[in-house]
């Protein structure tokens, strides 16, 4: 059946990015989901550059193949995919790359719900050059959007630390859990130098979104290396992560994964050669020391995955060494350490407007000594 013009025409500035797809909702009659992990890609999941015009260009013109997961984020996204789970990304890539990196998705076997991506083409023919870089006006609506199309009672969101994931994750965490008022956000998006058209398509949305305390975690992945005692002050819910074997077992500790998932992530980061397993024995000491892990959850932890791996989780896998000394291995770092006394988190309510300006100011500083 042929489509109608305007029907043809649309899906033709969908393809080339002049308009946006609507993010799918849920189909009709499809249960709503009982967890809702929503990811960014750049520096999140993918090792990405855009510091520089040479990087943009590079990240352009790479095809599928050329482009980078961090180790252990394909595995944990393939354990992420469940029945009752939704995989939801949300990009600052442009439109123009949907296609590669759908492609990178599908190379990599991870399976998602819903894909997202920034129309700069769009922003450039307006003239809206401030959204070009614009966080909170785009990734925001975006993830009350995609909110009130299917709405869970958890969620846990994956960013970085090269743009101002902490302060929009937060922000809209706060505002699904009725903590920050519609004048505040308004604040906020005034901040943020929001265009008022955009201002008030946000404030319509943050009117119909359904409230309730969703976002359970939040992970910012420390591509910058930023110190992690910087993030404190957003409290315990947002942990900075140096690598995804971190991120796993903090999830391990949420009852959101097991220790069979756990330890495929382990195993695709040594795959990687970039990791080797005093690494990750470190990467849970540290989590440890900075109170984001207890020593109980640690220990049981190596147990549960010294008997999944028991049971044949790493049947096939006669490269690695037994399980049983990557498991000492731990249990010996996690005993080294003892029980360290848990850091104080700042609990006061977040100034938003304050952390926008702040960001700002960083962001400016930032172009002033060419990083």
């Known amino acids: 059946m042929k489509l109608p013009f305007v029907d043809r025409a ?12 609507i993010p799918p909702g849920l189909a009709p009659g499809a249960p709503a989901p009982r967890h809702v992990f929503r990811w960014d890609l750049d520096k999140t999941y993918l090792r990405t550059e ?3 015009v040479g990087d943009l260009v590079k990240s352009a013109i790479e095809n599928a193949a050329d482009k980078q997961a961090f180790p252990g984020a394909p595995a944990l996204l393939r354990a ?5 789970h939704r995989i939801c990304i949300v990009s600052g890539s442009p439109t123009q790359m949907r296609q590669v990196l759908a492609a990178k998705l599908a190379l990599d076997g991870v399976a998602y719900d819903e894909f997202v991506l920034k129309n700069n083409l769009k922003n450039i023919l307006r ?19 995609s909110r009130i199309g299917a709405t869970a009672p958890s969620e846990t969101l994956f960013g970085d630390d090269a743009e101002a994931d902490a302060i929009v994750y937060c ?7 009725d903590r920050v008022s519609l004048t505040d956000l308004e604040r906020v998006l005034t901040a943020a130098r929001t265009y008022d058209d955009d201002a008030q398509a946000i404030l319509d949305l943050a009117r119909r979104v359904p409230r309730g305390d969703a976002v359970r975690r939040m992970f910012i992945h420390l591509d910058r290396r930023s110190p992690p005692q910087g993030f404190r002050r957003f409290g315990p819910r947002l942990v900075p992560v140096f690598n995804y074997f971190q991120t796993a077992l903090v999830l391990f500790g949420d009852g959101v994964l097991s220790a069979r998932q756990v330890l495929f992530v382990a195993l695709e980061m040594l795959d990687s050669g970039q990791y080797e397993r005093s690494i990750l024995a470190n990467s849970m000491q540290d989590l440890m020391r900075r109170g984001r892990l207890t020593r109980d959850i640690g220990l049981r932890l190596v147990d549960e995955a010294n ?45 938003y407007v304050r952390l926008v300006d702040e960001e700002h100011d960083l962001r400016r500083e930032r172009r002033r000594s060419g990083h």
């Open 80 to 84: 992420l995919h469940q029945d009752e």
């Open 171 to 177: 922000l809209y965490a706060d505002l699904v859990a």
């Open 10 to 21: 649309r899906r033709v500035a969908q393809r080339i990015g002049l308009i946006d797809a």
């Open 50 to 52: 855009f510091d520089s």
């Open 127 to 145: 003239g809206r050059f401030r959204s070009l870089r614009a966080q909170i006006p785009y990734k925001l609506p975006a993830m009350l959007r």
């Open 307 to 351: 008997e999944a791996a028991a049971s044949g989780a790493l049947s096939g896998r006669d490269d690695l060494p037994p399980f049983e000394r990557i498991a000492e291995e731990f249990r010996a770092r996690i005993r080294e350490l003892g029980s360290p006394e848990p850091m104080p988190f700042d609990l006061e309510p977040l100034d």
